[in-house]
């Protein structure tokens, strides 16, 4: 597999290059109504996507690496890892990293002490645009509706694998974007992505799904059962205790655009 190495340098910045542009504009140009036609771009939150099949596991030479039965986290032992940096070459997400400073490999350790303790990894509980969740995915087979990842993947199925083609079955699931290049996502995230989008564009036609959506960022506990009744959409722990509540279409209350108590002028940040 053909992918870039980081050489001793870069050992920080595993995914450099990847965030430059393709190409540029004409000077005095500007975006379109359409922009997907002229020029497009999408951040994607890349961590270890702690693969069903590691192909980081599978190059070891130390056997350093393991994947945790419990919660399928993929981990790199510090103390059998030598840094032979076989990982770093076989990762075709780029998601181990050689640290020249400590001379092992390291990457995502999956935030196992909080999942431990049933709280969500940093990255989730730290997203301001509340665009991640972490949970537990059932096999397609034994997927369940009230199981905010099952409900994503398996039942609505509009969150997909990033570039599945690969083999490792990556277990982070993207709701992909909807104006970027279509033969790009059909390239990232296989011929799937078409329906996604199509659903996707839906949903405000499905509240269930929608209150889910508005479930994500609400909680730092990790949620393993949802529903959405009578306008609430309600995530409930592992033991069916309700961690949190929230409203699917937020109230909307306008104010003047003057304060004249203190004399201010308002914005609409909330
Ligand atoms: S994304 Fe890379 S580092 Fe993470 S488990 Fe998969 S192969 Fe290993
Ligand atoms: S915050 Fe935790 S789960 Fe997220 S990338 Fe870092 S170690 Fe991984």
């Not at 020029?39 to 996507?49: D, G, N």
């Not at 104006?179 to 989008?197: K, T």
């Amino acid at each position: 597999m053909l992918h870039y190495a980081p050489v001793d340098e870069d050992w920080m910045y595993p995914n450099v290059g990847e965030d430059d542009c393709a190409g540029g504009v004409a000077g005095g140009s500007h975006i379109p109504t359409t922009p997907h036609e002229q020029a497009w771009m999408f951040y994607l939150p890349r961590t270890c996507a702690h693969c069903t099949y590691p192909a980081c596991l599978a190059a070891c030479p130390r056997k350093a690496i393991y994947k945790r039965e419990e919660d399928g986290i993929v981990l790199i032992d510090q103390s059998r890892c030598k840094g032979y940096g076989e990982c770093v070459r076989a990762c075709p997400y780029k998601k181990s990293m050689y640290n020249t400073y400590t001379r092992t490999s390291e990457k995502c350790i999956g935030c196992y002490p909080a999942v431990e303790q049933g709280i969500q990894p940093q990255c989730v509980v730290n997203c301001i645009g509340k665009i991640r969740v972490m949970g537990f995915i059932n096999p397609p087979a034994k997927a369940r509706a009230d199981n905010p990842i099952d409900f994503l993947v398996h039942k609505k199925q509009i969150a997909l694998p990033y570039y599945p083609q690969l083999g490792l079955e990556p277990n982070i699931y993207y709701i992909p974007p909807i104006h970027a290049d279509r033969e790009y996502l059909h390239q990232m995230f296989g011929p799937q992505v078409d329906g996604a989008i199509e659903r996707y564009r839906d949903l405000e036609r499905d509240p269930v799904a929608a209150g889910l959506l508005c479930l994500m960022g609400s909680t730092d506990r990790i949620m393993h059962r949802f529903k959405v009744e009578r306008g609430k959409a309600i995530g409930y722990d592992d033991k069916g205790a309700e961690l949190v509540q929230v409203p699917v279409t937020e109230p909307v209350i306008e104010r003047a655009a003057f304060d004249a108590k203190l004399g201010a002028i308002r914005n609409n940040t909330p």
